[in-house]
């Protein structure tokens, strides 16, 4: 049995705690590695390494550690099929799918390749009589990333890569469902000149979360999970006098305006809604068509596309969808399609009894479509994390507004249609952080930035893009004076610029 440990120091290194957890194939069912849980004492010592390092790589030009993400992004390209293959064969989903999510994450390491600009400060020359301020940004020190199983390429490397362009040492703490992708990313850092200590990866599960948490030495984590866990980082980040931003789960809608390019909009769902089995924090769950004939035509276009959904392993080259990552999530999702009939939605297309011949044990679930759900079921209120979409007819467009508008969460959300006045009004009053029209997947680009709102996210300061750059480092203002007349005396006032 393969076990995997952690990466400190710069290599590989096992796990002294005695606990771990096993990861499986989720195709298959079959356990094919276990992973090390990290003690207090091996994030200790994490940490004390990254101590070591910082201040070194923190002195480095901004060139020169931009010259490492440069010749990282070289590696990740030509490492692609390898590290689909690594990271499929863990979480479950396509090949292609896979290659999204590492090139989601390389795109990152190419905006921070702009770090010597991104990191420049500000200047004010004779701010008062003979005074120049100027504003600077320097590392945090020690940053942390705890990130989700669902994009174990893409997450990583939303934080690891401002981080460690700003200067700091990185302590990252994969999910212990597919922890094997973080620690080859880390094996490709130090390949690209990255020095020892300054990313290292400690596997583990909520006790190393923790020692993160009261580490008196990490000066900032980043959490991306489900939102209980987001608001508990959150929390005991802030009390342990952390700066923190934490990501949580979403239940995003889709509106589909009377006068949407409805085949377009099918589509759309179709791959926003099944792909990767649904579990994205960007998947849509909710569908809300306008008015009757709307919903009548959508449900009918819907309904063979998702019987004749391809699902399949990882392996399977032709796949739409893959397995859901775990027995738990499998026993989870079952559980919430059943609730959704005893609540009274009507299940228009049942997955539930999916089997891939050969793979009987794998956690499969066929796509899954609800229609008539109302806003008082679980169905609704859940996120469900699973290939089920569910359908919430509106009267019209204020109604359907209102929806993800009083939705406990706020992470995305799209509207289609043709009609650019309505598009406008949408984007400007619904209180989401990421809106698309007529785009499913509203996903910013490196060079903005990913947050959501509500209880999708805590924090003020987003993934990537330039607010990446202000949360892993700190402003420090520096206010100078070089008068002829310095010894003049005391001043008791104040002081102002006039
Ligand atoms: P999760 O919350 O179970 O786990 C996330 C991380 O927290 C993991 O590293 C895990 O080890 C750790 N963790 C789990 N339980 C903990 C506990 N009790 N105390 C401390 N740490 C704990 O999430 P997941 O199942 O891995 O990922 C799916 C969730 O992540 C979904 O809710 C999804 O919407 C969300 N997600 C959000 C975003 C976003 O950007 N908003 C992106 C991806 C995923």
């Given at each position: 049995m393969r076990e995997i440990g952690h990466f400190i120091g710069g290599k590989q290194v096992a796990g002294t705690s005695g606990r771990v957890s096993n990861v499986y194939n989720p195709a298959t069912g079959e356990v094919q590695a276990t992973v090390a849980l990290a003690s207090v004492e091996e994030l200790r010592a994490a940490v004390e390494n990254a101590k070591a390092a910082q201040p070194k790589w923190a002195a480095t030009n901004p060139q020169r550690r931009a010259r490492v993400f440069f010749k990282f992004v070289e590696l990740l390209n030509k490492h692609m099929d390898e590290l689909a293959e690594i990271l499929s064969k863990e979480h479950g989903k396509t090949i292609e799918d896979?290659?999204?999510?590492?090139?989601?994450?390389?795109?990152?390491?190419?905006?921070?390749?702009?770090?010597?600009?991104?990191?420049?400060?500000?200047?004010?020359?004779?701010?008062?009589?003979?005074?120049d301020m100027y504003s600077i940004r320097q590392p945090v020190g020690i940053g942390a990333g705890i990130t989700p199983f669902n994009f174990p390429g893409m997450i990583p490397m939303w934080m690891f890569a401002p981080a460690i362009a700003c200067g700091n040492a990185f302590i990252l703490k994969p999910s212990e469902r597919d922890p094997s992708l973080p620690i080859r990313l880390a094996e490709l850092m130090i390949e690209a000149g990255l020095p020892a200590g300054i990313l290292n990866v400690v596997n583990g599960d909520k006790g190393a979360v923790d020692a993160i948490l009261t580490d008196p030495d990490i000066g900032a984590v980043s959490f991306v999970g489900s939102t209980p866990i987001a608001r508990y980082v959150y929390g005991t980040a802030a009390m342990n006098g952390k700066r923190a931003?934490?990501?949580?789960?979403?239940?995003?809608?889709?509106?589909?305006?009377?006068?949407?390019?409805?085949?377009?909009?099918?589509?759309?769902?179709?791959?926003?809604?099944?792909?990767?089995?649904?579990?994205?924090?960007?998947?849509?769950?909710?569908?809300?068509?306008?008015?009757?004939?709307?919903?009548?035509?959508?449900?009918?276009?819907?309904?063979?596309?998702?019987?004749?959904?391809?699902?399949?392993?990882?392996?399977?080259?032709?796949?739409?969808?893959?397995p859901l990552v775990t027995k738990e999530a499998y026993t989870r999702v079952r559980g919430l399609i059943d609730r959704g009939i005893e609540e009274g939605a009507k299940l228009v297309v049942d997955g539930r009894d999916f089997?891939?011949?050969?793979?009987?044990?794998?956690?499969?679930?066929?796509?899954?479509?609800?229609?008539?759900?109302?806003?008082?079921?679980?169905?609704?209120?859940?996120?469900?994390?699973?290939?089920?979409?569910?359908?919430?007819?509106?009267?019209?467009?204020?109604?359907?507004?209102?929806?993800?508008?009083?939705?406990?969460?706020?992470?995305?959300?799209?509207?289609?249609?043709?009609?650019?006045?309505?598009?406008?009004?949408?984007?400007?009053?619904?209180?989401?952080?990421?809106?698309?029209?007529?785009?499913?997947?509203?996903?910013?680009?490196?060079?903005?930035?990913?947050?959501?709102?509500?209880?999708?996210?805590?924090?003020?300061?987003?993934?990537?893009?330039?607010?990446?750059?202000?949360?892993?480092?700190?402003?420090?203002?520096?206010?100078?004076?070089?008068?002829?007349?310095?010894?003049?005396?005391?001043?008791?006032?104040?002081?102002?610029?006039?």
């Open positions: 896979a290659k999204g999510d590492v090139i989601r994450g390389l795109e990152v390491c190419e905006f921070v390749c702009g770090i010597p600009h991104l990191a420049k400060g500000e200047f004010t020359e004779g701010a008062g009589p003979a005074i931003q934490c990501f949580g789960g979403a239940k995003n809608h889709m509106i589909i305006m009377p006068d949407a390019d409805l085949d377009q909009a099918v589509n759309a769902l179709m791959g926003a809604g099944y792909g990767s089995a649904g579990e994205r924090c960007m998947a849509i769950s909710v569908a809300v068509p306008v008015g009757e004939e709307t919903a009548n035509r959508l449900v009918e276009k819907l309904t063979p596309k998702i019987e004749s959904l391809r699902i399949g392993p990882y392996t399977d080259d032709e796949a739409d969808m893959g089997k891939l011949q050969g793979y009987e044990d794998g956690y499969f679930v066929g796509g899954c479509l609800f229609d008539h759900v109302t806003p008082e079921m679980d169905i609704y209120k859940t996120e469900i994390f699973g290939p089920v979409l569910s359908v919430v007819r509106a009267n019209n467009y204020e109604e359907a507004l209102s929806l993800p508008m009083k939705h406990e969460y706020g992470n995305g959300v799209a509207i289609y249609t043709r009609d650019g006045d309505a598009a406008r009004d949408f984007a400007s009053r619904i209180n989401i952080g990421m809106i698309g029209i007529n785009v499913p997947i509203p996903v910013p680009l490196a060079y903005h930035s990913f947050g959501g709102w509500k209880a999708s996210s805590f924090g003020d300061l987003n993934q990537h893009g330039t607010d990446s750059i202000k949360f892993w480092t700190k402003t420090k203002t520096v206010t100078a004076r070089w008068p002829s007349g310095i010894k003049s005396g005391a001043e008791f006032v104040m002081p102002t610029m006039k």
